[in-house]
């Protein structure tokens, strides 16, 4: 078992920053790749980026990139996701999840999800 909890959100102007984290404790967080989705209300979830175990290699959604950044600390167990130049259909609820697959951008391929932290930009 891998428990997530994230950390991070809150509610920022069209422009601004956040930084989220994603901290895991229980089996080896190394050994585990991560992502990060958001749900917006009446969407569907979607995939914002991936890391794989070591952090080495990172992945984006298209709408993203440029601007969100993720990284990950194994030795403080913890997963970043920073978001520069937000903009307002970026507000969603934010949630990491974690795989001992390799990363992917489907859902269903993790096998573990945290409950998530709110983002709101203002316009």
């Known amino acids: 078992q891998v428990q997530l909890v994230e950390s991070g959100g809150g509610l920022v102007q069209a422009g601004g920053s956040l930084r989220l984290s994603c901290a895991a404790s229980g089996r080896t967080f190394s050994n585990y790749a991560i992502g990060w989705f958001r749900q917006a209300p009446g969407k569907e979830r979607e995939f914002v980026a991936g890391?794989?175990?070591?952090?080495?290699?990172?992945y984006y959604g298209d709408y993203v990139k440029g601007r969100f950044t993720i990284s990950r600390d194994n030795a403080k167990n913890t997963v970043y996701l920073q978001m520069n130049n937000l903009k307002p259909e970026d507000t969603a609820l934010y949630s990491c999840a974690a795989t001992r697959v390799a990363w992917t951008t489907t859902p269903t391929g993790y096998d573990y999800w945290g409950r998530g932290t709110q983002v709101t930009v203002s316009s």
């Open positions: 890391t794989n175990w070591s952090g080495f290699n990172t």
